[in-house]
């Protein structure tokens, strides 16, 4: 292959990618339909991650679509800063009816990114607001990702993602550590039955900062960037009972968990255990429009509403905030959801992928296998002196041969939509076995 890259290709700075080395072998796809992405070629390639965790209802789904381009006839875009329009209206609605009791606004951004930072402002100003402003200090988690904001990166616990803005950090920002110990949990199926402990370690944040200092706790309900990292069972529920106690406000980043991948709507469903904000993207439209939110509980919102009348209450948005095309597919994602009964499939589809999965162990460097919900990851033992490129191979070598996975470091996740079969869950495995035969 030629060192230098296509001039077509040249002028894209991919995010998150190697762009030299991708460049020399560009992975390009020009259409997609239901469970699957073509490239120019026409090879077919299983989507066994949703697109990135967001395709949840199949590529193209001619619901969605038609609600988009109906929406683009009307109207293609309204100012959301002290104007709005009715597709916002109904989307808020209809996501505050579905979402868990109690949940009564949310605030619309346009990603992840976005929600995160948008939940922390929210944790900030509400005490604030509340006359509690010494609550400046978040608490996020080691492994953690809430985005490439500058508040999301300083709470997450990526090193790489941080490493190169460590000077620009957001002051007064400690960690939890993270839940990931192959001695004690290394092929457990579900939700480990050892870590609950480890949520103790916010007690001891509190006794070293004062509880009277800290705003707010993000965690995803299941970390799914750093590889399918799931809570150990009772965890959660200690970290809300920490939080409670100490008026801490509790976010779940459910980014990757929400509309369907836990079976549920949202995690609370499926755990128990209720935040006070719930931050949302890719799901939400079923990846064909950006939209992502902050859904809060009841009272936070109206902490806000104080004051002179004509006065903004909360100085924060984006231009693209409940943008009418990305409302119009939340919508019809909504009733796809519904009407396809697609949160029920995907908890029927989970001990399918649980036993896939799992049937991986003892495969060449296979070091864990886990999973939750329609989520699975096969973590691999690194090599000595090329850490994460084992990964990559078997990223590389599953797309050559017809599916679309997700490599971090050397582990591989996989979290098909919610359309999928059992047939396409065996034909994703089934791929990822052959390829960890081929990798040395």
């Known amino acids: 292959m030629p060192d230098t890259p296509a001039p077509e290709l040249e002028a894209l700075w991919l995010p998150f990618t190697h762009n030299r080395l991708f460049k ?38 001619p619901r969605i679509v038609a609600a988009v381009k109906a929406q683009l006839d009307v109207l293609d875009y309204s100012p959301p800063f002290q104007t709005c ?16 009791a109690g949940f009564d606004h949310v605030f619309f951004t346009n990603s992840g990114s976005e929600a995160c930072d948008t939940a922390l402002k929210i944790a ?14 978040l608490i996020g988690r080691e492994k953690g990702y809430h985005g490439v904001g500058f508040g999301g990166i300083s709470v997450g616990g990526l090193a790489a993602n941080r490493k190169a803005f460590a000077t620009a950090l957001l002051p007064g920002v400690d960690h939890l550590p993270h839940t990931h110990d192959l001695r004690h ?29 800290i705003a707010a706790v993000i965690v995803e309900p299941m970390q799914g960037s ?50 006070d904000l719930i931050t949302f993207a890719k799901g939400v439209t079923s990846g064909v429009v950006p939209l992502g939110g902050v859904l809060v509980r009841k009272g936070i919102y109206d902490a806000f509403m104080t004051g002179p009348e004509h006065l903004v209450e ?46 991986l162990r003892g495969e060449p460097n296979v070091i864990d296998v886990r999973n939750f919900g329609l989520a699975a990851a096969v973590e691999l033992a690194p090599r000595p002196d090329a850490a994460s490129k084992r990964g990559m191979e078997v990223f590389h070598w599953c797309f050559d041969h017809g599916a679309m996975v997700r490599y971090t470091g050397d582990t591989i996740a996989i979290g098909p939509p919610l359309v999928a079969s059992p047939d396409d869950i065996e034909a994703l495995v089934g791929t990822i076995r052959q390829a960890l035969r081929h990798v040395p």
């Not at 009715?86 to 579905?98: G, M, N, R, V």
Request: hydrophobic share 45%; proline share 5%.
């Open 185 to 213: 949990m290394a092929f457990s199926r579900g939700q480990p039955a050892w870590g609950a402990h480890l949520a103790d370690e916010l007690e001891r944040l509190v006794a070293l900062h004062d509880a009277s200092t």
């Open 24 to 61: 020399k072998t560009p992975r390009v796809v020009v259409r997609a339909e239901g469970m699957h992405y073509y490239t120019a070629e026409g090879r077919k390639i299983l989507d066994g991650l949703a697109g990135l965790w967001c395709s949840a209802a199949g590529h193209n789904h």
């Open 226 to 275: 750093a590889g399918v990292i799931v809570p150990p069972v009772g965890y959660l529920e200690r970290l809300r009972e920490i939080c409670t106690r100490h008026g801490i406000l509790l976010i779940f980043d459910e980014v990757i968990t929400g509309f369907g991948r836990l079976g549920t709507l949202f995690s609370p469903e499926r755990m128990g255990v209720m935040p």
């Open 314 to 359: 909360f100085f924060h948005g984006y231009t693209y905030s409940g943008h009418p095309l990305a409302c119009a597919a939340g919508l019809a994602a909504l009733d796809v959801y519904r009407d396809e009964d697609l949160f029920a499939r995907s908890r029927a589809l989970e001990p399918v992928l649980e036993e896939a999965i799992h049937a």
């Open 124 to 137: 900030l100003a509400w005490h604030r607001a509340r006359g509690d402003g010494g609550r400046c200090r």
């Open 85 to 100: 329009h009715d597709k916002a209206f109904e989307l808020a609605h209809a996501l505050t009816a579905a979402a868990p």
